[in-house]
């Protein structure tokens, strides 16, 4: 496509239920990236995937945050038993290049997550 | 470890007006990228402008120019000519370029644009 797609949009959860984000990077892009932006705050590094391949996920908080991207394009970041803390907009980025450099991500337009 | 901060949590600029916003970060690299991001409420992430630390000529794009200052380590943004388009929060981010690809982000500057 001609972005990098999220979706839902936005998602409300009762603590303790699973939930999914689907992201869907730009065609042909090598590298997808994980991103959380709690309020007020700048976005932290989740994780990271080359192709199919999860090169880093040293940014997941928990146990409970688990990222797939099982054909080397869409993406599916999973949250099992969410908690309050894990409400924050979740944001996934695509590049053509291995790396963010130099020319930056493409970010897509996040998810909402709400914990309630 | 990289720390990248803005200091001005919310501004505000008359349309048509120059704003200046700042951005200090603390690195041991010495080769790295810099970048200002804007996010409008829609929340996606706009590049606006890049710099690469080993370039002394500081970068612009149409109305967007940075101010880098590498020994003091200052990555400020100016915009001229504002416009009610550019009411959005702005984000300063830091990206080693040794390979890695974990940007390093601010807290944020909130702009309004007031008519």
């Known amino acids: 496509g001609a972005g990098v797609s999220q979706s839902p949009r936005y998602k409300v959860a009762k603590r303790g239920q699973d939930v999914a984000l689907r992201c869907d990077p730009i065609s042909g892009h090598v590298s997808l990236f994980w991103y959380q932006q709690a309020l007020g705050q700048g976005p932290e590094f989740l994780t990271y995937?080359?192709?199919?391949?999860?090169?880093?996920k040293s940014g997941l908080p928990s146990d409970r945050f688990f990222a797939e991207r099982p054909e080397g394009s869409v993406s599916t970041l999973k949250i099992q038993r969410t908690q309050q803390e894990d409400s924050a907009v979740y944001l996934c980025?695509?590049?053509?290049?291995?790396?963010?450099?130099?020319?930056?991500?493409?970010f897509g337009s996040g998810t909402r997550l709400t914990v309630v | 470890a990289q720390t990248v901060t803005q200091s001005q949590p919310e501004m505000s600029v008359q349309e048509a007006e120059t704003v200046t916003l700042s951005c200090t970060y603390d690195?041991?690299?010495?080769?790295?990228?810099l970048f200002w991001y804007k996010q409008p409420p829609s929340r996606q992430m706009i590049l606006v402008i890049r710099?690469?630390?080993?370039?002394?000529q500081n970068a612009t794009e149409n109305r967007f120019s940075v101010n880098f200052q590498k020994a003091a380590k200052s990555f400020s943004l100016k915009i001229s000519d504002s416009q009610l388009g550019d009411t959005a929060m702005y984000f300063c981010a830091f990206l080693p370029f040794s390979g890695t690809y974990k940007y390093i982000f601010g807290t944020g500057t909130r702009l309004k644009v007031l008519a």
């Open positions: 980025a695509s590049s053509l290049a291995r790396t963010g450099a130099p020319y930056g991500y493409t």
């Open positions: 710099q690469e630390a080993y370039k002394q």
């Open positions: 995937f080359q192709n199919e391949a999860q090169l880093d």
């Open positions: 690195t041991s690299e010495s080769n790295y990228y």
